[in-house]
């Protein structure tokens, strides 16, 4: 690695590796996800990213280089953290919550990266990579935002949720309990996420 360009390569190689992982992960996480609005961003975010590795050839080609993958050890772990909600975890709108978590991770991993690859492109001059670089890094954010907005929902629905079982007469006391024991910690979590 002798020039910034030899650089902007490397960076290149592991994205490729990251969304090539991300392909892969994205259908399993789409059938573990419990919530429709979840499982249609999921979906549509895996045909952008399909769309985001072809992208990412045409920067490879606009550098004259091969495109090649050098294996993404953050993205492995991030979408192993993922993977591994669907296995510990039973489905339902707390796991929803989890899964968000772990693709925004993801997202943020990929807003990082690219924004790397488009400066490095900027300073070599390199307009149409930038032009594409550019384009996926809005689609990452795009994808960032939605999945705020399906997590505001899921909290609100987990909002009524606790509030309906407030309401309901208590027929046993150990739940009673329990639900007196749990209240103080729904409250701060329920306006933090009110707050953002
Ligand atoms: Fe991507």
Do not use: W
Not at 59 to 83: D, I, Q, R
Not at 165 to 175: H, K, V
Request: charge should be negative; hydrophobic fraction near 40%.
């Amino acid at each position: 690695m002798e020039t910034l360009q030899d650089l902007l390569v490397e960076e290149l190689k592991d994205i490729y590796s990251a969304e090539k992982q991300i392909v892969k992960a994205l259908p399993k996480l789409v059938k573990g996800a419990e919530s429709d609005a979840l499982k249609q961003a999921l979906s549509e975010h895996l045909e952008a990213t399909k769309t985001q590795v072809t992208r990412l050839e045409e920067v490879f080609e606009v550098l004259e280089k091969k495109a090649t993958a050098k294996h993404c050890k953050g993205m492995e772990g991030l979408l192993a953290e993922g993977s591994d909600l669907l296995e510990v975890e039973k489905s339902g709108l707390l796991r929803d919550l989890a899964l968000i978590g772990a693709c925004q991770r993801v997202e943020h991993y990929e807003v990082a990266a690219y924004g790397t690859a488009r400066a490095m492109a900027e300073n070599c001059g390199l307009d149409d990579a930038v032009a594409l670089l550019a384009q996926t890094l809005e689609e990452e954010v795009l994808a960032d935002t939605t999945l705020s907005a399906v997590a505001e929902d899921l909290y609100a629905t987990l909002g009524a949720q606790t509030e309906g079982e407030e309401d309901r007469p208590m027929a046993a006391s150990p739940a009673k309990a329990n639900k007196a024991a749990n209240k103080p910690k729904t409250t701060p979590a329920k306006s933090a996420a009110a707050g953002r």
